[in-house]
T-cell receptor, first 115, second 114 residues
Framework: EAGVVQSPRYKIIEKKQPVAFWCNPISGHNTLYWYRQNLGQGPELLIRYENEEAVDDSQLPKDRFSAERLKGVDSTLKIQPAELGDSAVYLC?????????????FGPGTRLTVL | AQSVTQPDIHITVSEGASLELRCNYSYGATPYLFWYVQSPGQGLQLLLKYFSGDTLVQGIKGFEAEFKRSQSSFNLRKPSVHWSDAAEYFCAVGLKTSYDKVIFGPGTSLSVIP
């Protein structure tokens, strides 16, 4: 079974530029998560999808961040414009559902550097 | 507010030695508890999880963890560390009000000396 796929793995941009990250979850997984992991810290949830519906986006900075999950499969996270403080690793995870026994499987992440 | 603390930022052990990584949580009720491992350049992998019942939980790769309610702790242990165990370890709390609302601790970096 293929794992969670993310691209690109690394991205370096100038501040104020836009950037987008792509995630393809494990086949059959209805729940998809985007996390941000700052250096030396644990991941923090940005947004959670149940199929194509965003059911928890309370931690997503909506002034510059946006996300979509068209057709309830793969997802894109966008930042426009990027700021220096956005430098982090962006992790995507998926699970079959959101029940307590549904394990989250993580992708390798996209490391973003904003100069 | 709910929180997870991992007192040790970095730990170094010799290969073959035993390991214990500490985790404490702050939550009004008994949460769901997890340990994840993150190897360089890879995503987080679940080692083990606790929901209820037996407070000693067995996981993959020879790891185990013990939930101690009185101490609000969920420490991870391994009797004999291998060089391949060098990685970042994250303790996490799943909130009962919304299971998939998982809060991660800051992580403990493990180095293994040959």
């Amino acid at each position: 079974e293929a794992g969670v796929v993310q691209s690109p793995r690394y991205k370096i941009i100038e501040k104020k530029q836009p950037v987008a990250f792509w995630c393809n979850p494990i086949s059959g997984h209805n729940t998809l998560y985007w996390y941000r992991q700052n250096l030396g810290q644990g991941p923090e949830l940005l947004i959670r999808y149940e199929n194509e519906e965003a059911v928890d986006d309370s931690q997503l900075p909506k002034d510059r961040f946006s996300a979509e999950r068209l057709k309830g499969v793969d997802s894109t996270l966008k930042i426009q414009p990027a700021e220096l403080g956005d430098s982090a690793v962006y992790l995507c995870a998926s699970s079959r559902g959101s029940g307590k026994r549904d394990t989250q499987y993580f992708g390798p992440g996209t490391r973003l550097t904003v100069l | 507010a709910q929180s997870v603390t991992q007192p040790d930022i970095h730990i170094t052990v010799s290969e073959g030695a035993s390991l214990e990584l500490r985790c404490n949580y702050s939550y009004g009720a008994t949460p769901y508890l997890f340990w994840y491992v993150q190897s360089p350049g890879q995503g987080l992998q679940l080692l083990l999880k606790y929901f209820s019942g037996d407070t000693l939980v067995q996981g993959i790769k020879g790891f185990e963890a013990e939930f101690k309610r009185s101490q609000s702790s969920f420490n991870l242990r391994k009797p004999s560390v291998h060089w391949s165990d060098a990685a970042e370890y994250f303790c996490a709390v799943g909130l009962k009000t919304s299971y998939d609302k998982v809060i991660f601790g800051p992580g403990t970096s493990l180095s293994v000396i040959p």
